[in-house]
């Protein structure tokens, strides 16, 4: 409980004195990230430890009770702050504490190759890319540049001119192909009686847009946001410092520096030599597996698979029944072996539960329960690079992917063909892969700058049930692009083969293709536009 005096002392820093559920504000993070690591340690709660431990007179707090910045009347000495919490921090374990304090940052103008780097960081770290649905990437800068990175071993290397020549053929028919192809989705596509001019003009630029970012290279300029913990943010700065790209080292520094300013404590092992020695760590396990695939795979075996593909390569057989034992577990009192052999003997039980679980969901949002995380799959996908970067997005799995290479050709999108730009479209795909091929043979880490998302990539995901479930129905929408439309299908048809009661529940958009595909998301976001301003 506590007193009257407290209670005055720690108001400017707790946004409620009485209720069950309260946060800090006024504190730096060092602060509030000390205090919940001695939360744990304690019988007090977190106001009564903020009042008698972090702010009351005699003790190890106070020292930091003498700077710059006043709450309150209180002082807090950010540096001497700083100090206190690597204390806590040292005394009540570092990877957990050091998840206490997070902070938001922005990375901008970085590749695509860099942008997959750091969200596949994909655990204590939230990231929001830049648009290539919503955004052209036809403009110039000041210099007359267009936004694509260049990376300084490949002008080292002697490859600037084959580089920038490709880049700018792909730029150059990009933006030469935008509006054509949206006077000729006009034609294809006319505008409903029903549809505003707004929604309907941004269905159009949102289609040609996906199309025409088949030629966009993985050096495109890209912004990430992200929202992270100190942990997080470490482990993501020693990735990028073992990727073997300048730019990756240098973007590393960049995020050090910043993170120094925000949340320094949080990071301050990055700058150790045990962050080093997780630096060394990763970068050997890169070149181990390089050689080792060296020595394994022939250079004359040759890829000969060049089409999207689905292919479910494992998979639990006992799926449904381990599904419908865990759907039990919560309501029962018996072993969960017991319940699984109950559901080994009697399948039509089976269909039963998993039904009566799945019968009373009416929209995707509505989500399986987690027993649906007891059963896993294994596909290994192929498809163009930018349907990857839709599906990469996916968190809650696990992910592995090849290299971006030109090795599998390339997607030709029918609305490509349809506005009779096919050759053109060619030749600046062809020009690209010549450039990935020339640089392969010095720089094959930095090659792959060169590839288009138009071109084919190999991936392995290995997930639950439940990731199944969101992945496939938020992926099948209309509104989506129909490359990663078409891996989501597969998806769900590969496992109503082998699990047919849960495909049986699942929301799969099948049709759509013949139609505008964001008009209508367009048209909602419109409607909420109105209803926000009264209208």
Same mark, same amino acid.
């Given at each position: ?146 936004? &694509? ?8 290397? $002697?490859?600037?001119? %084959? ?31 029903? #549809? ?18 088949? +030629? ?36 590393? /520094? ?15 092992? =990055? ?5 080093? $020695? ?43 029944? /381990? ?7 919560? @309501?029962?009192? *018996?072993?969960?072996? #017991?319940? /699984?052999?109950?559901?080994?003997? @009697? ?18 949002? @509505? ?7 007891? %059963? ?5 996908? %192929?498809?163009?690079?930018? =349907? ?7 968190? *809650? ?22 506005? $009779? ?18 640089? /392969? ?14 071109? +084919? ?11 199944? &479930? ?13 490359? &990663? ?13 082998? @699990? ?15 139609? +505008? ?5 367009? *048209? ?12």
């Amino acid at each position: 409980m506590l007193t009257p005096e407290e209670r005055s002392r720690i108001e400017p820093f707790v946004t409620n004195l009485d209720s069950s559920v309260f946060g800090f504000q006024n504190l730096p993070s060092v602060i509030s990230g000390a205090l919940f690591g001695r939360y744990s340690r304690s019988e007090l709660g977190a106001r009564e430890l903020l009042a008698r431990e972090f702010l009351g007179e005699g003790q190890e707090f106070r020292d930091a009770l003498t700077g710059e910045l006043n709450v309150g009347g209180i002082r807090i000495d950010p540096a001497k702050a700083e100090g206190f919490f690597s204390r806590v921090l040292d005394q009540y374990g570092d990877d957990s504490v050091a998840e206490l304090g997070g902070t938001a940052i922005a990375v901008e103008n970085i590749s695509n190759v860099l942008a997959k780097i750091i969200e596949d960081r994909r655990i204590g770290l939230s990231p929001l890319e830049k648009s290539t649905r919503y955004v052209r990437f036809d403009r110039k800068d000041a210099a007359g540049e267009y936004p &694509y990175v260049v990376d300084p071993d490949i002008d080292r290397a $002697g490859h600037t001119e %084959t580089y920038r020549t490709a880049m700018n053929a792909l730029f150059d028919t990009y933006t030469a192909l935008i509006d054509p192809l949206m006077e000729e989705l006009k034609i294809r596509f006319p505008k409903k009686d029903n #549809q505003s001019d707004g929604a309907y003009r941004g269905a159009l630029r949102g289609q040609a847009c996906d199309v025409v970012r088949y +030629l966009l290279p993985m050096s495109t300029k890209t912004n990430v946001g992200l929202v992270g913990n100190g942990r997080a943010f470490e482990y993501l700065m020693y990735h990028l410092r073992a990727c073997g790209l300048a730019e990756g080292a240098r973007i590393a /520094k960049e995020i050090d520096d910043t993170l120094g300013f925000l949340i320094p404590a949080f990071v301050r092992r =990055a700058k150790t030599d045990r962050g080093q $020695g997780n630096v060394d760590y990763l970068a050997s396990l890169f070149q181990k597996q390089k050689c080792l695939i060296s020595q394994l795979v022939s250079d004359t075996i040759k890829e000969r698979e060049h089409e999207a593909t689905v292919r479910l390569i494992d998979f639990d057989r006992d799926g449904e029944q /381990k599904i419908a034992a865990a759907l039990c577990y919560d @309501h029962s009192d *018996m072993p969960y072996a #017991q319940t /699984k052999e109950f559901f080994a003997a @009697h399948p039509e039980k089976v269909a039963e539960m998993i039904a009566d679980i799945l019968i009373p969901r009416k929209h995707r949002t @509505h989500k399986p329960p987690r027993a649906f995380e007891h %059963t896993q799959y294994l596909f290994e996908i %192929t498809c163009d690079i930018g =349907a990857f970067r839709d599906l990469h997005r996916h968190r *809650m799995l696990t992910q592995q992917r090849q290299g971006y290479t030109t090795l599998r050709g390339y997607a030709i999108p029918q609305d490509i063909k349809n506005a $009779g730009k096919e050759g053109e479209y060619a030749r600046a795909m062809d020009t690209a892969a010549s450039a990935y091929e020339t640089i /392969k043979r010095d720089l094959p880490l930095q090659a792959q700058y060169c590839v288009p998302f138009g071109f +084919l990539i190999r991936f392995i995901f290995r997930m639950n049930a439940r990731e199944a &479930y969101h992945l496939c129905e938020l992926r099948s929408t209309i509104q989506g692009h129909p490359s &990663y439309r078409y891996v989501a299908q597969e998806m769900a048809r590969e496992i109503a083969k082998v @699990h047919p009661n849960l495909g049986k529940g699942m929301m799969i958009t099948w049709d759509g293709y013949d139609e +505008l595909a964001r008009v209508a998301s367009e *048209m909602r976001q419109e409607q909420k536009a109105r209803s926000r301003a009264g209208l």
